[in-house]
DNA sequence: ACCGGCATGCTAATAAATTAGCACGCATGG
DNA sequence: CCATGCGTGCTAATTTATTAGCATGCCGGT
C-alpha cells in the first residue's frame, strides 16, 4: 500500500532518502555503506522497502539487484526543502540566507559561481519587471 | 545529562527544533498551538525537556512559565542547514538553488529583495579578488 | 487565608522505528 | 548438474520515540 499525504519520515528514512537524492539514485548496498553509523544491510533493505511502500522511492532491476531511485524530481523537492530551510532559519528571506552563507569563515564560493549568480539576479531583475 | 556528539533528532524533535528556530523562542505552550497534527499537551512538554537535556534548547522562567530559546545561534544552524539541503539536492552549488527557487511557478521574490541580492553578490566578488 | 487555574516534573503505557535473522530464488562456474 | 555467492522478501524481536495521566507547587483573586 502506499500513502503520501503526510511526508512524515522517520530519522533513517530521510537519511536514507538524503543519500538518494544526493546520488541520484543508488543499490541498497551503496546505501548502506553511505549510512553513518550503519545499521546491517538486512535493516537497510527493509527501510528501503518501507521507502518504496511510502510512495518516496520506486526502483529498477539491474543486473540481478535493484537500483532505487526518488519518485518525486529532485528539482521539486529541493526547491521545498530549500524554503523549509529559509522559512525556519532565514524569515523566509533568500537574502539574509545567501548573506549568511557568505559570512561562513572558511571559502565558500569561487568567483565563477558568483559571476553566474550576479548574472542570474539581473536577469530575474529584468524579467520581474 | 547532556550529549550533543550526534545531532540525531527524532521527528518530534525536529518540528519542535524548527518552531523554536522559526520564532527565536517559545513557550510550551505556543509550541503546542503550532505543532502539526497536535498531541497533547504533557507530550509537547515532555519533549521539550528531551531537547533541553540533550542540549538542543535552554529556557529562563518568565512569568512562571519556561520560555525555551535555542542553545545553538540561529545564523549557524541555519547555515549549516542550507549547507546540507544544497549538497543533498543541488550538488553543493548555490547557483544552482537559486536558480531552482527563481523558477518556482508562483511569485517568489520582490523587486527589492532581488535588488538587495544582487549588490550582496557584487560585494562578494570585489571582496573575494 | 483559601480556592482555582496554570505550569511543572515524573512515571508508566502505547505506538512506531529500527534491527537482525532466516528461507528462497537466480545466476555463475567447477 | 550441483554447489556457492549474492540478492531478495518476510517475520519477529528489541530499542527508541511518543504519548497521556497524575501529583505537586506557585500566583492572583475572593
Avoid at 536514507?16 to 543508488?26: K, L, P, T
Avoid at 510512495?55 to 523549509?84: C, M, N
Amino acid at each position: 500500500m502506499a500513502r503520501q499525504p503526510i511526508p512524515t519520515l522517520s530519522r533513517r528514512e530521510r537519511q536514507i532518502m538524503d543519500i538518494v537524492y544526493a546520488r541520484g539514485e543508488a543499490s541498497a548496498a551503496v546505501v548502506h555503506e553511505q549510512l553513518p553509523d550503519p545499521p546491517s544491510y538486512s535493516a537497510v533493505r527493509a527501510l528501503l522497502a518501507i521507502l518504496v511502500d511510502k510512495g518516496h522511492l520506486k526502483y529498477r532491476a539491474e543486473q540481478g539487484r535493484y537500483i532505487y531511485s526518488p519518485t518525486r524530481r529532485r528539482s521539486q523537492v529541493g526547491r521545498s526543502a530549500l524554503r523549509r530551510v529559509l522559512d525556519t532559519f532565514f524569515e523566509g528571506s533568500l537574502e539574509k540566507a545567501v548573506a549568511a552563507l557568505l559570512q561562513g569563515s572558511d571559502a565558500n564560493l569561487s568567483p565563477e559561481e558568483l559571476a553566474r549568480l550576479g548574472q542570474l539576479i539581473e536577469q530575474a531583475r529584468h524579467e520581474g519587471r
